[in-house]
């Protein structure tokens, strides 16, 4: 049998690795609490399962549970996190610490293929996927593994382009036997590749959204090269559709460049784009990158979108930034690049 890693396995599959040996199901929980909850590094480590199962699964397979090689940390408290794959893939994921709302940011691939201009992680390229086990990983490795509660994948890569290890590893973050996080504080953000919603809104539970940048078809392609294969419009019809049929949160993030899409044309359209809607929006502020020359929409507009949002009826809020001077924050993923 070839080696595998244990962390980044579902209980059924684990169930499947151990059966044959003779092994119950309720070994394959008790490993699974041991890895994702107990963060444990070493199968000897594991606890309520025999002697004789450790030894097989020493034998067998590895934890896979590796640290970060380096962090840097902000002025805020945010902590960006390197780390490097045995196969040398390298990504980044962030930690932010608020009270009690404590927000890991993972990455889904180290760089990414969609090449949406403004984001420094398309500019570092594609260098593959992250298995389901490498996307957990982020979360139980860092130091601050045990305060962990919510998590966002809004790191690098886009998850739709990588989807069944998406799905994998939103499974084991709300399963009882895995980290055990309600799936109303997970948070999957898109691009928008419609096959890819379709199936993560079939599929999973955990929250879902939207990178919108402009309401206009025209300016959003400039913006987000899938545009032109997806178009947001149609994403969002199907956003709508499961509203109704699932208790989840789906949202639009609006990224708010002045002079750009911060104009009253783009608030009017907008709200057409999603009245008849519980879509929720979050305005963010715009991160600018080496010498670009746009700016964010100041405190002032931003508050206005919002106010304007909230009176027609479509819930708003404004996102405060986090971890820029170390540029961890959204678009600045990239080992350095700027
Ligand atoms: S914004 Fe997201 S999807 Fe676009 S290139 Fe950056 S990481 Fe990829």
């Given at each position: 049998m070839d080696r595998k890693n244990l962390c980044g396995l579902t209980a059924d599959e684990i169930d499947r690795l151990i059966g044959?040996?003779?092994?119950?199901s309720g070994h394959a929980i008790s490993i699974c609490n041991s890895i994702y909850k107990k963060r444990i590094t070493d199968i000897s480590q594991i606890e309520k399962i025999p002697k004789k199962l450790k030894e097989e699964l020493d034998a067998k397979t590895g934890i896979g549970i590796f640290a970060p090689v380096s962090s840097e940390v902000s002025s805020d408290k945010t902590v960006k996190y390197l780390f490097i794959t045995e196969t040398g893939k390298k990504f980044e994921t962030v930690y932010i610490p608020d009270n009690k709302r404590n927000t890991v940011c993972v990455s889904t691939?180290?760089?990414?293929?969609?090449?949406?201009?403004?984001?420094v992680t398309a500019r570092y390229g594609y260098h593959g996927n992250l298995t389901a086990g490498e996307i957990v990983n982020q979360i139980i490795s860092i130091p601050d593994a045990g305060k962990i509660s919510h998590v966002v994948?809004?790191?690098?890569?886009?998850?739709m382009d990588n989807l069944d290890n998406v799905l994998k590893a939103c499974e084991i973050i709300t399963a009882e036997w895995g980290l055990?996080?309600?799936?109303?504080n997970v948070t999957v953000s898109t691009v928008g590749i419609t096959s890819g919603i379709q199936k993560f809104l079939d599929s999973s539970d955990c929250n879902l959204t939207l990178s919108l940048y402009s309401p206009f078809k025209d300016e959003r392609e400039n913006v987000v090269p899938v545009e032109k294969r997806f178009p947001v419009h149609k994403i969002i019809e199907m956003m709508k559709n499961y509203q109704a049929k699932k208790k989840r949160r789906l949202s639009v993030a609006y990224v708010m460049i002045k002079d750009v899409n911060d104009s009253d044309k783009h608030l009017e359209e907008l709200k057409t784009l999603l009245k008849n809607s519980i879509i929720r929006v979050n305005l963010l502020p715009y991160h600018r990158i080496g010498n670009d020359a746009m700016t964010s929409a100041s405190a002032e507009r931003m508050q206005y979108f919002k106010h304007n949002l909230v009176v027609s009826g479509i819930s708003a809020s404004i996102r405060k930034s986090r971890g820029a001077d170390i540029s961890a924050a959204c678009g600045l993923l990239a080992m350095g690049l700027k």
């Open positions: 044959p040996s003779g092994f119950r691939q180290s760089g990414c293929r969609m090449g949406c201009p403004f984001c994948f809004m790191g690098m890569g886009e998850p055990a996080l309600s799936h109303r």
